[in-house]
């Protein structure tokens, strides 16, 4: 690459988001200006996207996320008839049980409300129900819980990565390897990036697309964007009294656990005076919540848990937004050609196409088309005014 390159627009990150944005700028919009994507681990072994259990559900509690959720959800459908069977995104509609006590339960209502009223396929299950319909589970302090009986669960994150990166590619995209160390500005816009290597890419518009490290890539560009990594540690079992097709089951304690071939995935998310910013360079499993917090809990919810193996286990990072867990999309304020697409806290993945898409509009017609998201824009977070999504798993 040389010295100076000139690209009509830079996105900075290149796994699910910053891949989905090129993708649909490129090969869905034929958007005819030049398009870079920098990433600076072009292995991805270390980014959100592969290291995430990579579920997809609809029981959010803001509706634009459900929006969301079923864009992506008929993208994963059809992505194979797009691509071809290599491109099968392995989808497993193996659905989300989200529990919830006495004191919850409130919310839960209201967030199921919001899910139904946006055509999701949710039912509401009291205590009785629960235990009518999942006998395994044990519901001693639960009052009820809301199920998904289609259009949620899991699927395969390095095939739709992949994908979406090819197509974004031999649709025209550049993809370069490299990590932006500065930007500069002008009086009202991002003029450049400089990367570790001492070459800088001039730019019309730049997407601030970097996981985690977004807070990190909008200080460079003199912005403030609460956004930190918070580490994530999921465990495999071998558990063979526990039921062979678990639902993704979201516990109050913050404990999860859901089926994953064979055997099951878990992890635990703490409560937020637990949970702190993450050393980004920090990937080792956190081993000790397993004994201390999450087997305790699983065990209680799910007593075939009682016996189990844990066969092994890895680490990854959200990019979790300070202010409401919720996303940050779409231009500064003060710096219109700089666009985010940032702060998922978790839900980044699943929401990967239909961010692309609506960010592509963005820059190609000016305005939201397909999906409406001016409701996730910046400057709320100029405002300190919230928009809280109370389904953060």
């Known amino acids: 690459m040389s010295e100076d390159q000139k690209f009509d627009v830079a996105i900075v990150g290149g796994a699910a988001i910053g891949a989905a944005i090129a993708y649909f700028l490129k090969l869905v919009e034929g958007f005819p200006g030049s398009v870079a994507v920098i990433d600076r681990d072009p292995t991805f072994r270390t980014a959100s996207t592969t290291l995430s259990a990579s579920g997809i559900r609809q029981q959010f509690s803001t509706p634009e ?21 290599d491109a ?21 209502e209201e967030n199921f409300r919001t899910q139904t009223a946006e055509g999701a396929p949710v039912i509401f299950l009291d205590r009785a129900g629960l235990v ?9 302090d639960i009052s009820a819980g809301t199920l998904g009986l289609s259009g949620e669960g899991w699927f395969d994150s390095h095939t739709l990565l992949k994908t979406l990166r090819a197509g974004a590619k031999r649709a025209g995209a550049e993809l370069i390897a490299g990590e932006v160390v500065a930007i500069e500005t002008a009086t009202d816009r991002v003029e450049a990036v400089r990367l570790a290597d001492g070459s800088r890419i001039r730019c019309g518009v730049l997407v601030n697309a ?25 465990f495999v079992l071998d558990c063979p009294d526990a039921p062979k097709s ?11 656990v859901r089926s994953e071939g064979r055997g099951f995935l878990t992890g635990w998310s703490p409560p937020e005076e637990q949970d702190s910013a993450a050393d980004p360079t920090d990937f080792e499993p956190d081993h000790g919540i397993f004994e201390q ?23 990854g990072h959200y990019d979790h937004n300070v202010l409401d867990q919720n996303a940050v999309i779409g231009p500064d304020p003060l710096l219109p050609n700089f666009l985010y697409a940032n702060g998922f806290s978790g839900h980044g993945l699943q929401h990967a196409p239909g961010v692309g898409r609506a960010v592509a509009e963005l820059i190609v017609h000016g305005g939201y088309r397909t ?17 809280v999504e109370r389904n953060v798993i």
């Open 65 to 85: 996320n459900i929006r969301l959720s079923r864009f992506s959800l008929e993208f994963l459908r059809s992505l194979a008839e797009r691509h071809g069977p």
């Open 88 to 108: 099968s995104p392995g989808l497993h509609e193996g659905g989300y049980l989200i529990l919830a006590s006495e004191e919850g339960r409130p919310v839960l």
């Open 132 to 140: 009518e319909r999942l006998p395994w589970l044990s519901t001693e």
């Open 210 to 234: 970097a996981g985690p490290s977004a807070g990190r890539v909008a200080a460079l560009a003199g912005r403030t964007l609460p956004v930190e990594p918070r580490k994530r540690t999921v």
């Open 246 to 256: 678990l639902p993704l089951v979201a516990d109050p304690s913050g404990i999860w």
């Open 293 to 315: 917090e999450l087997w305790p809990a699983l065990a209680a919810r799910i007593p075939a848990f009682e016996r189990l193996k844990v066969q092994s286990a890895w680490a």
């Open 371 to 387: 999906l409406d998201l001016s409701v996730f824009g910046y400057e709320r977070i100029a405002a300190g005014r919230p928009l």
